[in-house]
């Protein structure tokens, strides 16, 4: 287990955890056999079972999960939304370049895997290409650790507004982001991965947001965010390679913000 102790808390008490979904249906899942050892051993840090049921994600519910990469909470969201919900998975767009296409593709084969992911419906997402879902039809959109690629690409104002077109009126959107301090300097958002919570916090409310709980479940109180390269310097990445691997390996994984906002 992760060497700090999760801790969530709500702005509103309404934000209560939702009786119908409990960590322990998520934790059978967490175990699937669909899952590697590798990914499952991130769980300590991530958190997939406690952030999911703070952001109120039920089997009913139509998911869009925004940027998948390689589909770490896929294995997750696909199964548990198969057969009484609908998941989007929001990937790459292949018209980008060579490099989204292959990313999509290699996704992709990962569905054709297993029978957990045959209601998967993919979608494209990146600059200029914002349907993600048919318009006023998602549940919940949900995003992990992607906002300041949005940011430092200069889209990050379109994609929350495309989050807000998929919702229903009243839908969440649920974030999770590398945190960087308030008191650090702005340019820091632009090149170490992560990004200020008031950033975060207006981009939603310009696109029609409202704030309504944050929890810091996914907080990592030993990382100091100041690294050679940035938040890749910590695992899983370890940009540095073996350059003071075990420091980093004691840290952990990097601290993030967990933000859950309503469509007004």
């Known amino acids: 287990m992760s060497p700090f102790r999760p801790i969530a808390f709500a702005v509103v ?15 059978t899942l967490l175990n699937g056999a669909n899952r590697s050892a590798e990914n499952k051993a991130r769980d300590q840090y991530r958190h997939p079972a406690e952030t999911l049921t703070f952001f109120g994600i039920k089997p009913t519910m139509t998911v869009v999960e925004v940027s998948p990469s390689a589909g770490w909470y896929t294995e997750i969201l696909a199964p548990y939304l198969k057969d009484k919900g609908t998941y989007y998975a929001a990937h790459n767009n292949p018209a980008a370049s ?50 300041h690629n949005w940011y430092t690409n200069g889209f990050a104002p379109e994609a929350f507004k495309a989050f807000a077109a998929a919702l229903k009126k009243g839908g969440t959107l649920g974030v999770v982001e590398h945190r960087l301090p308030e008191d650090k300097p702005d340019a820091m958002q632009t090149t170490s991965g992560y990004m200020k919570r008031s950033t975060v916090v207006k981009l939603a409310e310009d696109a029609g947001f409202r704030l309504v709980g944050e929890s810091k479940v996914n907080a990592n109180p030993k990382d100091t965010h100041d690294y050679p390269k940035g938040v890749w310097t910590l695992p899983p990445n370890y940009a540095e390679k073996d350059v003071d ?12 913000m967990t933000l859950k906002f309503v469509k007004r």
């Open 98 to 147: 060579e490099r989204a296409a292959k990313s999509v593709e290699t996704f992709k084969a990962k569905l054709a895997s297993s029978p957990l992911y045959a209601n998967v419906k993919v979608t494209a997402f990146g600059k200029d290409a914002y349907a993600i879902a048919p318009a006023g039809t998602a549940d919940a959109v949900l995003t992990f650790r992607n906002v």
């Open 245 to 256: 691997r075990a420091k980093y390996a004691a840290i952990g994984e990097s601290d993030r």
């Open 13 to 27: 008490a309404a934000l209560a955890m939702p009786a119908a979904v409990s960590a322990t249906t998520f934790a």
